[in-house]
């Protein structure tokens, strides 16, 4: 044989080679997903909500769509119209899917929730801490925060005798516990007595962890507050 046809018959035998194993995945695939011949319900989108839904919320299966990125969460159930009154299971230690809401102030270890002080009788979608002698509340609207959309954070500052604080620079810092996200830091604008206001958009379902950072003079402070949506 002369090179030219060795080089000829190596070439074929490459591309029957490739050919099999073309034909090899394209038998194998659709086995491993779903049964092409299989009448539509069979293909219907099986979501796997690992999830103890609460009795009264539908156990929305939701959008198919991209379950390659998105994380199995079963989204959209409608909120509870009353939060859990006690610290118990507030933002902590829900599976994705559970009840969205759960805002709880979060020690700066990131894992303690602070639970609310005694007879304060906060709204669900208010929360506070003390950090030395700053009193920091936070108060979330829409609340429960409703994914790719923009957010309200009212914060509000008072001294440990109760009294406003109207003197501090606030920016806050949104990240997921989970996962490395996009900076998300806005700047909250004082709208007097103390009260400050930011916004942001959630770009994403799942727990997300607050920092405010409070600047008052030389003083620094950061309180965390954890939500999920
Ligand atoms: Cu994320």
């Known amino acids: 044989m002369d090179k030219k046809s060795i080089v000829l018959l190596t070439g074929i035998g490459v591309a029957v080679f490739v050919g099999v194993l073309a034909l090899g995945l394209l038998f194998l695939a ?6 092409p011949n299989a009448p539509a319900q069979a ?17 929305v299966a939701v959008n198919a769509p ?15 119209t009353t939060a859990p009154s006690g610290g118990m299971g507030r933002g902590r230690g829900m599976a994705p899917g559970q009840e969205p809401g759960g805002l709880v102030a979060m020690a700066a270890d990131g894992k303690t929730t602070i639970p609310a002080p005694a007879g304060s009788n906060l709204a669900a979608n208010m929360a506070t801490q003390t950090v030395r002698d ?5 108060a979330l609207t829409p609340y429960p925060p409703v994914s790719f ?13 109760g009294k406003a604080v109207t003197d501090a620079q606030i920016s806050l810092d949104l990240t997921m516990p989970g996962m490395w ?13 103390g009260k400050y206001q930011a916004s942001a958009r959630w ?13 008052r003079g030389s003083q620094k402070y950061s309180a965390f507050f954890d939500v999920w949506l």
């Open 203 to 215: 770009t994403m379902r799942g727990l997300w962890r607050i920092e405010t950072i409070i600047t």
């Open 149 to 161: 959309q923009t957010g309200t954070f009212d914060v509000t500052l008072k001294d440990t005798a």
């Open 181 to 193: 996200m996009p900076p998300s830091k806005p700047d909250a604008k004082h709208l007097g007595d």
């Open 66 to 80: 991209a379950p390659t990125t998105a994380p199995a969460v079963a989204a959209n159930a409608p909120a509870p």
């Open 43 to 59: 293909v219907a989108p099986k979501i796997v909500a690992t999830q103890v839904a609460p009795v009264s919320a539908p156990t």
């Open 30 to 35: 659709p086995t491993s997903n779903a049964k």
């Open 134 to 138: 700053l009193n920091i509340t936070i």
